[in-house]
């Protein structure tokens, strides 16, 4: 079989287009790690789940989720045999690469107002300038009120950019090696160029009228932005890609297209034997660190709550159910670029259109910082998704030593659990739009469904 392509018939072609409708129409609504927990709450509760409150008792069937400060969520479908005996788990990320707006952003240069931001997770700079960008985001004030931002995404909305130098003059510029074309301080996002009116001799009229209008759409001071999350993303919908409409394009396919096939999989998950786990992570881009990342001990009390009300508490049931369990950790892979086939080897390659990619290993420098999966689990995952004729590839980040990556799978194996890194292929990883294969979307859905099901 050269590609899963030739496989489908019209009924499943039929099938595999609509899928990625739902997934695109996710991408759109869920380009922050906030919208992405919002989102899948959403969805989470038309399937009957609900958050874990006041619970006394659970039985098989059950399905429950904890959201975790808005940015992280872990939802649980309860199992025929108790939590200890193991949990099959889906993981995957909802933060992707983005512009961060400073906490003291807003300046004043000859009639125009720049926003300062700090980019967040690994880009190519240059990418992220002389592009529509919408802000998105929170802004919390002292009186504890909280003001949902998202500007930039309606047709008629404003957007801001952060400029790049015209050609003309970019002879300096252009002899500059990729990293410092555009350097990190200069990533300023124009925001406004009318002053306020006002009679007295005013400093910085224009970021004055800003605020103004702040003020009045917003409700906030200029202090505000201390407490305040706003991140700088590309506007615009998820579009197919391909005349044949077999690909998308979208921003934040890492990891949102793992994070919703994983959820999608959860989601109609019935009474499974083992209790059937989907963990949205954040903070994965920087190093999954923190309250809402996977380092967090979000996960783990989690799955205490749900021991304590299940029976007898025993805290060596916690570690049990955490040694006991199986995971995908599921994270985008690098599709070969026909463009740069030469950062590859070619056996190892993820390639468009050949389902699900797995990853034994990542990491860089000799495997550095990787979940190595054991064989024998391995050999399982083979031996299920074979019984089930779902497409899938082993594959590999790269050539040797030509660069790496990580994902949340040595986090969770840290627990003692069997986690392999599995994911979907995408071009253009981490730049504002990135690309992947239609049917490899699906056939990891399928994965996922099958992986909860029949792994033990
Ligand atoms: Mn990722
Ligand atoms: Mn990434």
């Known amino acids: 079989m050269k590609t899963v392509w030739e496989k489908y018939d019209a009924k499943t072609m039929k099938k595999v287009m609509a899928f990625s409708e739902d997934y695109k129409d996710f991408l759109d609504h869920a380009k922050t790690e906030r919208e992405a927990v919002s989102k899948s709450i959403a969805l989470a509760e038309k399937a009957g789940f609900r958050e874990f409150k006041d619970v006394r008792k659970i039985k098989a069937g059950d399905k429950f989720y904890f959201n975790n400060r808005g940015k992280s969520l872990a939802l649980f479908v309860i199992g025929k045999q108790p939590i200890e005996e193991g949990m099959n788990i889906l993981g995957a990320h909802i933060d992707s690469p983005r512009i961060d707006v400073k906490q003291n952003p807003l300046y004043e240069d000859n009639g125009l107002v720049l926003m300062d931001t700090h980019y967040y997770g690994g880009i190519k700079k240059y990418q992220w300038t002389a592009r529509p960008l919408a802000i998105h985001g929170v802004v919390c004030k002292k009186d504890g009120s909280k003001v949902e931002v998202c500007i930039g995404e309606k047709d008629d909305d404003p957007i801001v950019e952060i400029s790049d130098l015209l050609i003309h003059l970019a002879k300096d510029q252009m002899s500059k090696p990729g990293s410092n074309v555009v350097e990190g301080e200069d990533l300023n996002a124009l925001a406004g160029s009318i002053p306020a009116k006002s009679k007295k001799d005013e400093k910085d009229p224009v970021k004055k009228n800003l605020l103004d209008i702040l003020k009045k759409d917003y409700g906030m001071e200029e202090a505000d932005f201390i407490s305040a ?28 297209i793992c994070a919703y096939t994983s959820l999608a999989a959860l989601l109609e998950s019935e009474k499974p034997e083992r209790t059937s786990v989907c963990i949205l992570t954040d903070k994965e881009e920087i190093g999954s660190i923190g309250s809402t990342g996977a380092q967090s001990a979000f996960f783990e009390n989690s799955v205490a709550e749900l021991i304590n009300v299940q029976g007898e508490y025993n805290d060596l049931k916690i570690r049990h159910a955490l040694q006991n369990s199986r995971m995908l950790s599921s994270d985008v892979s690098a599709a070969y670029d026909p463009n740069y086939p030469q950062v590859n080897e070619a056996k190892s390659a993820a390639y468009f259109g050949k389902g699900i990619s797995f990853n034994k290993y990542t990491g860089s420098r000799g495997k550095s910082g990787s979940n190595d999966a054991p064989a024998e689990f391995i050999a399982k995952i083979r031996d299920i998704m074979d019984k089930n004729d779902v497409v899938f590839q082993f594959t590999e980040l ?59």
Do not use: W
């Not at 077999?246 to 934040?252: A, C």
């Not at 050539?399 to 069997?418: E, F, P, S």
């Not at 292929?425 to 029949?454: C, G, W």
């Open 398 to 456: 790269g050539r040797v030593d030509q660069g790496g990556g990580g994902t949340i799978a040595y986090v969770l194996a840290n627990k003692n659990m069997d986690v392999v890194d599995a994911g979907i292929a995408v071009q253009n990883m981490h730049a504002p739009y990135e690309t992947a294969s239609k049917a490899d979307i699906y056939e990891a859905y399928r994965a996922y469904k099958v992986f909860l099901k029949e792994m033990d």
């Open 229 to 256: 999350e706003l991140e700088l993303v590309p506007c615009g919908k998820a579009r197919d890609l391909g005349l044949d409409r077999s690909m998308v394009m979208g921003y934040g396919h890492d990891d949102r």
